[in-house]
């Protein structure tokens, strides 16, 4: 693994060689997040992950806009000359996907949509004002704690994640009003009725036990993309991470045929 910044100040990480694919976390931003998927996939392509503006190792001083996130991805394909590339997006991820298709195209290959929705519904909203106040009044230890329990299935959980009590006290590494605005972003975003304009070959994918976005919300983008496929995963809503041979086999299947 090679890591690089661009003259933006995203930092990024690149694995492998072949088509260029670049992978976009979720809510929580980081590179880190595609680890263990990268690690799969490097023997076939060039996988490139990268923390979203305001996040991680990236610029810090930045506007939390799932545009502004699309364009830094741009800009790591720059600092790496690469004019086309296959997209990966999990959750908030998939949004960024959804606005490179967009407004984007020609930089565009195959286009994964992971744990994503179309638009914020009732209790999607709900759920990120719980997990907003959380944040204000409980703090970031309890914001994790309550994203860690709603994000993994049952058995991964007990066994990677819960060896001790939780913790509240003290703050996790990351900016509490960043994340406030990252959830602000969320509940901003709707594209709906753009995404019949997509021709690119698209598989969509969602977990039947994933409580933070239902499956119904894959199955609504999946509906809206005239080329898009839909399968299913399990494991909650951070798949990739809970089961990642299952998911790299699935991507490499759907990439090459």
Same mark, same amino acid.
């Given at each position: 693994?090679?890591?690089?910044?661009?003259?933006?100040?995203?930092?990024?990480?690149?694995?492998?060689?072949?088509?260029?694919?670049?992978?976009?976390?979720?809510?929580?931003?980081?590179?880190?997040?595609?680890?263990?998927?990268?690690?799969?996939?490097?023997?076939?392509?060039?996988?490139?992950?990268?923390?979203?503006?305001?996040?991680?190792?990236?610029?810090?001083?930045?506007?939390?806009?799932?545009?502004?996130?699309?364009?830094?991805?741009?800009?790591?394909?720059?600092?790496?000359?690469?004019?086309?590339?296959?997209?990966?997006?999990?959750?908030?991820?998939?949004?960024?996907?959804?606005?490179?298709?967009?407004?984007?195209?020609?930089?565009?290959?195959?286009?994964?949509?992971?744990?994503?929705?179309?638009?914020?519904?009732?209790?999607? =909203? +709900?759920? $990120?004002?719980?997990?907003?106040?959380?944040? %204000?009044? *409980?703090?970031? @230890?309890?914001?994790? /704690?309550?994203?860690?329990?709603?994000?993994?299935?049952?058995?991964?959980?007990?066994?990677?994640?819960?060896?001790?009590?939780?913790?509240?006290?003290?703050?996790?590494?990351?900016?509490?009003?960043?994340?406030?605005?990252?959830?602000?972003?969320?509940?901003?975003?709707?594209?709906?009725?753009?995404?019949?304009?997509?021709?690119?070959?698209?598989?969509?994918?969602?977990? =039947? +036990?994933? $409580?933070?976005?239902?499956?119904?919300?894959? %199955?609504? *983008?999946?509906? @809206?993309?005239?080329? /898009?496929?839909?399968?299913?995963?399990?494991?909650?809503?951070?798949?990739?991470?809970?089961?990642?041979?299952?998911?790299?086999?699935?991507?490499?299947?759907?990439?090459?045929?």
């Amino acid at each position: 693994m090679t890591e690089g910044r661009t003259n933006s100040g995203i930092h990024y990480e690149a694995a492998g060689s072949g088509e260029a694919l670049v992978c976009i976390s979720g809510l929580g931003g980081l590179a880190s997040f595609w680890r263990p998927v990268a690690a799969l996939l490097a023997d076939r392509y060039q996988v490139i992950c990268f923390d979203h503006p305001g996040v991680g190792r990236s610029v810090s001083d930045a506007d939390q806009r799932i545009p502004a996130i699309a364009q830094a991805a741009l800009d790591v394909l720059d600092a790496e000359s690469v004019i086309h590339a296959h997209f990966i997006g999990h959750s908030t991820g998939s949004l960024v996907v959804q606005t490179l298709a967009l407004d984007h195209p020609g930089r565009c290959g195959k286009l994964v949509l992971s744990g994503g929705w179309v638009k914020p519904d009732r209790r999607f =909203r +709900d759920l $990120f004002d719980l997990r907003r106040r959380m944040l %204000e009044k *409980l703090g970031t @230890r309890a914001y994790s /704690a309550f994203s860690r329990l709603g994000g993994y299935d049952a058995q991964w959980y007990e066994k990677n994640v819960a060896s001790s009590p939780l913790q509240f006290d003290g703050d996790d590494e990351f900016d509490k009003q960043t994340v406030i605005n990252r959830i602000e972003m969320l509940l901003g975003y709707d594209r709906a009725d753009e995404l019949a304009v997509i021709d690119k070959e698209t598989l969509v994918m969602g977990a =039947r +036990d994933d $409580f933070i976005v239902p499956f119904h919300h894959s %199955e609504d *983008l999946a509906q @809206r993309i005239r080329n /898009a496929t839909l399968v299913e995963a399990q494991g909650g809503h951070f798949f990739p991470q809970v089961d990642p041979q299952a998911f790299a086999l699935r991507i490499g299947t759907f990439l090459d045929r």
